[in-house]
């Protein structure tokens, strides 16, 4: 089957494009970056014309959804497939997801089932997976062992950087921080469920909006305030404050790397090791990790995040935050170890640092499920599948 493949740098980019190639589709690779999700003139050009220079295509397919790709795809007639790995993801609010010659996946089932209305037949929940083979072709040396070797490892940002809410906190009414503060410690004693967007009004959401430094979306997106209030600001700030307190009382009573490029001076027991490539570094340290974290971004509130399934595909041990999505697809304490409070987690790091049969099982268990059932190979053929293109 012959395939546009409109790449634009994302990280799951590589991994999809080999599971294609093994997959023996006809991939065209149009590896190019847009001004604008929405409009960009030589863009649209330069995409048209590869279309037309691909007689018999069968489709367009992208990482996320991406409105421009999908206002081409409707001119085209051409079904435009795209599988949404970022949660939130603001292109979802755009009124050209309602484009007949769409077919979106999305990896959140909660997320799914949100935006499915705007277009019923043609939004599916399909979750993430991964590149096996690559991390297969990983080879640990002795060097490496003597670089990466460790009790528990955690790859990945804090969040303080990434959240926006940071950044205004000083401007809010007492009040308000107050509510937040309450709210980031109420949400942070409950996992596998999102109460965040749910308990906030449309009026406190509103009145959010005037001290946030909000960038409007576009004249024909959908914009959901509250839902925005609560994933990029009061979200980001759960996921900041949950990953500094987890991290702090692991640190206090256990040996932990963490390599992230953000700042960690909070956590001074901690062994900051700074960042990792995702690519040539990360997988090392997967497979050199007793304990390898995962700690879920709290925006995405059912699903499975792209890290799990790396963790597993690289042979790691993985202990992660309770998700009501993970027991679907792997077996709690045989494929994978999950917690619902921080006593919890340090309980069973305790057990597994000193339980090492009963661990390297379950990171085999959890290696073979992925293998078997959770590779860039297996879900893009079902995406295929279900999109009615095999």
């Known amino acids: 089957m012959k395939i546009i493949y409109c790449r634009w740098g994302s990280i799951c980019e590589d991994g999809i494009m080999n599971a294609f190639k093994r997959l023996k589709h006809d991939i065209v690779d149009f590896y190019r970056l847009f001004d604008s999700v929405d409009y960009d003139k030589e863009y649209l050009k330069a995409l048209a014309d590869c279309i037309q220079a691909n007689p018999g295509v069968a489709c367009v397919f992208s990482v996320n959804f991406q409105p421009i790709i999908a206002r081409l795809c409707k001119v085209f007639k051409l079904p435009y497939i795209s599988w949404t790995v970022d949660c939130p993801s603001f292109q979802l609010y755009s009124e050209t997801v309602a484009y007949p010659t769409n077919k979106i996946f999305v990896l959140d089932r909660l997320q799914a089932a949100k935006f499915a209305p705007m277009n019923p037949d043609n939004i599916f929940h399909m979750p993430m997976a991964c590149d096996v083979g690559t991390w297969d072709s990983v080879k640990v040396t002795d ?58 009004t449309d009026e406190f959401a509103a009145e959010f909006k005037k001290y946030a430094d909000w960038v409007p979306l576009g004249s024909d ?77 709290k925006p995405i509130k059912t699903g499975l995040p792209l890290r799990i399934f790396d963790l597993m595909g690289a042979g790691g041990f993985v202990i992660s935050n309770y998700q009501t999505e993970i027991p679907e697809h792997f077996i709690p304490g045989e494929d994978i170890v999950l917690y619902d409070s921080i006593p919890d987690l340090l309980s069973k790091i305790e057990y597994y640092l000193k339980h090492e049969e009963e661990r390297l099982q379950i990171a085999k268990n959890g290696y073979e499920k992925v293998k078997e059932l959770h590779s860039y190979d297996v879900r893009l053929t079902q995406i295929l599948q279900t999109a009615g293109l095999l």
């Open 143 to 200: 060097e490496d062992h003597k670089n990466y070797d460790c009790d528990i490892s955690f790859v990945g940002s804090l969040y303080s950087e990434k959240c926006k809410y940071n950044f205004i906190e000083k401007d809010l009414p007492e009040y308000m921080q107050g509510y937040v503060k309450g709210l980031v410690d109420a949400q942070l004693n409950v996992y596998g469920y999102n109460f965040i967007e749910d308990t906030l």
């Open 221 to 297: 997106y959908i914009e959901d305030v509250k839902a925005i209030v609560a994933d990029t600001y009061i979200g980001y700030k759960c996921t900041e404050q949950e990953r500094i307190r987890t991290f702090k009382a692991i640190s206090e009573h256990f040996n932990m790397d963490l390599w992230t490029l953000s700042d960690a001076s909070m956590l001074p027991r901690i062994n900051n090791r700074g960042g990792a490539d995702s690519i040539r570094m990360m997988p090392k340290i997967i497979k050199c990790s007793k304990i390898n974290l995962n700690l879920t971004n």
